[in-house]
């Protein structure tokens, strides 16, 4: 019988490529280009900009191949990297503007639940349609999984700010849900 391994190891592919071999390099972009792709298609609107963000994000890693200690996913490594380079895209084209907020109500936040039979173009269409700050902090949070103290980290704003506009950015894709329900569920 055998054992399929959950945990992928890739140490001895990444010792390759981190020595330069060319071989080793292509396979580990041959594996990780269509998820990186798909991370930075999250951040970026444009496709193309997304596979050039994409492609710096692997030079950067195959340039600090080394750094990476083992510990850990690698493919997380690789996502950071490669939400870093979206960031980085949105900082200089001047796109990433948040509404600062210096205090928040504590709000809970309720989620009504929707029944709806949105396909996933057009849900990723309602979160490109988000302004680029509301939609960067919403896929950092519900996305990736970041915690609003990373989040306010990593783009230079408060951990409130990131709440508030995560907060707005949900207000804006439920109303755009309904928005959808209300249009199929009219022309039934």
């Known amino acids: 019988m055998k054992i399929i391994s959950l945990h992928k190891n890739y140490s ?23 998820k990186m792709l798909g991370v930075c298609r999250q951040y970026l609107k444009n496709n193309d900009l997304a596979e050039e963000v994409m492609l710096s994000g692997f030079l950067k890693m195959f340039k600090n191949l080394n750094n990476f200690k083992n510990e850990g996913s690698f493919e997380g490594w690789i996502r950071r990297i490669m939400v870093n380079e979206s960031i980085s895209q949105l900082r200089k ?3 990433l503007h948040f509404i600062s907020e210096t205090e928040i109500e504590n709000t809970q936040e309720h989620s009504a639940y929707i029944e709806t039979e949105l396909e996933v173009n057009e849900i990723q269409k309602m979160i490109d349609s988000l302004p680029d700050g509301y939609k960067t902090i919403f896929v950092l949070y519900a996305i990736e999984g970041y915690k609003h103290s990373e989040i ?7 951990e409130n700010t990131s709440k508030s506009q995560l907060f707005k950015a949900r207000k804006m894709l439920q109303n755009r849900v309904k928005q959808q329900n209300n249009i199929s569920y009219g022309s039934l």
């Not at 306010?152 to 408060?158: A, C, F, N, R, V």
């Open 12 to 34: 001895k592919l990444i010792e390759k490529a981190s020595k330069g071999d060319r071989r080793a390099q292509h396979q580990l972009f041959e594996m990780f280009s269509p």
């Open 93 to 95: 084209d001047k796109k």
């Open 152 to 158: 306010g980290e990593m783009l230079q704003i408060s």
